[in-house]
């Protein structure tokens, strides 16, 4: 028995370098988005300041990245097809990363399952090298320029297994294009061009992003405005803020300018585009007061820190980072983001009126000729001579109101109520529209928060406390929140063992399933390393408060009293949207509406 065991034993091998290189290929590129993120990020860490990107067929026969950096001379290309061969780090400090690669490994990885072909100039003479399936050729003599060009054909010829796990060519495309956008959006002073050459020939330009100039954050909003466009810069709030070591730069977008899918959140640590489940986390629950659960926000949020702060060598890709205090960075994305909501006040997103005037207008708009609009005197005078005797008492009520009467705020003054919900208002440059339950909703939801802030959660004793029996690692992190969780009215204490008893729950929710609540805390907890389920709960509770306590769609109001209701609003922050994210107001310019009815 013990001789058939022997035999049937397995022999522990050595792999040879073309295999390593192969495996090592499935971690770092796992499709053409990955090679195009890795070649683009070298060629920054070359100090280039434009590049271009080419590919055709989704990236699957070719990519070509050119860069005008530092290059390399002919002695170095063959040492930068070796694997952990790289010129960013000395191999003595690996908390201290301050480049984009240093794990030496895009390079021959993409030789070894692809077809490479590495041209480069450094002060002297280019000179080219070609690896195929991890088959390196010699250096030969080349022409170009300055700085390098990569160029990739045939992805995964060597492991063919691997193409069948790609996606269709337009969806390898739109990864590509995502990656380059989000490496343009770190970098705003490069000079970015990606160009799609499937049909041969020049192909055409997907995307061109030129070097932006200025301080960096005029720089960053620029290319922002070239990457997301202007409706997102234009209704995006500016955030600056430090805490701890950390900062946080960037635009967050108001809550009426969200998503239907979360395809607009951009974030970046150290330069870097990440997609982080703590960050998107935290970003998420920095809106969640403010948005429903079917809406995504919208941001571009830069995190900068000590390199020693943060670890990004946990992921083959470096799409993840570990913060050395988590809850430092998650703290700095919810506080920064939610005081920057509460700056802007009543704001609501322009596209709101946009989308209105949109939906107003007729399908084929019929083409005017008219002379310049008349000055108001004029108007005035000529509806004068115009109007019947007969009419002259029935017009009085509106004769033209004096300016200052017109406009008391930013919402303008209340002209009239229509279908007992809808608030007119005029401005100086147009008219609001207010749907007063909406608005009043908010704005007594907002009072009902005030006061719990400064009161706490009233917290009612359960008659027989609720013991739980937990897992060991689920019970230790339950109660390592737990004063958290007492300034919400749940107040537990551990029971012994890995149970804890559950004492009080907040008296705003009634009877409650504690064993359920506790569940979905954990639940949370263990998905985001945070919980706002609880906030969350009793937040919908004084939502609900605020919908019954609000004044009622269907109810007539006096002047005075839809006046009222506008300054109030602008006094309020977050009174731009209802508790479920929806515009409480819609703003029209009177160039919209002139242009609207063709007068312009």
Sequence with gaps: ????????????????????????????VERPAAAVKELVENALDAGATRIEVTYADGGKTLIRVSDDGCGMTADDLPLALCRHATSKIDGTDLLNIRSFGFRGEALPSLGAVGRLTLTSRAGGEAASITVSG?????????????GTVVELRDLFHATPA????LRSDRAEAQAIGDVVRRLAMAEPLVGFTLRDVSGGGEGRVILRADPCSGDLFDALHARLTQILGADFTDNALRLEVEREGLALGGYAALPTYSRGAAVAQYLFVNGRPVRDKLLLGALRAAYFDFL?????????LFITCDPQQVDVNVHPAKSEVRFRDPAAARALVVSGVRQALAGAGHRASSTVGTQTIAAMAPPQPARVYQAERPSARVLQTAFAAQAPEAFAEAAAPFTRVEESVLVEGPL?????????????????EGIVIVDQHAAHERLVYERLKR?????????????????????EVEAAR???????????????????????????????????????????????????????????????????????????????MRAEEMNALLREMEATPHSGQCNHGRPTYVELKLAEIERLFGRR
Excluded at 1 to 25: C, F, G, W, Y
Excluded at 162 to 165: H, I, Y
Excluded at 292 to 300: I, L, T
């Design 451 to 471: 006061q719990l802030e400064e009161n706490g959660v009233a917290a009612q004793a359960l008659l027989i406390p609720e013991i739980i029996e937990l897992p």
């Design 478 to 556: 339950l109660l390592e929140i737990a004063p958290d969780l007492s300034r919400l009215g749940l107040v537990l204490e551990p029971f012994g063992g890995n149970a804890v008893a559950v004492r009080e729950t907040p008296a705003l929710l009634g009877v409650v399933d504690v064993r359920g609540m506790i569940r979905d805390i954990l639940d949370e907890l263990s998905d985001l390393n945070d919980s706002q389920f609880l906030q969350a709960r009793i937040e919908a509770v004084l939502s609900r408060m605020a919908c019954h306590g609000s004044v009622r769609s269907g109810r007539q």
């Design 412 to 428: 303008g003054a209340a002209r009239a109520q229509v279908h007992e919900n809808y608030i007119i208002a005029q401005t100086r």
């Design 292 to 300: 429903s659960r079917d809406r995504h926000p919208a941001a571009a």
């Design 134 to 146: 991890g088959r390196v050729g010699p250096v030969r003599p080349a022409a170009l320029g300055r």
């Design 1 to 28: 028995m013990n001789v058939e065991s022997h035999k049937m034993r397995p022999v522990i091998r050595q792999l040879d370098e073309a295999t390593a290189n192969r495996i090592a290929a499935g971690e770092v």
């Design 162 to 165: 691997r193409l069948k796990f």
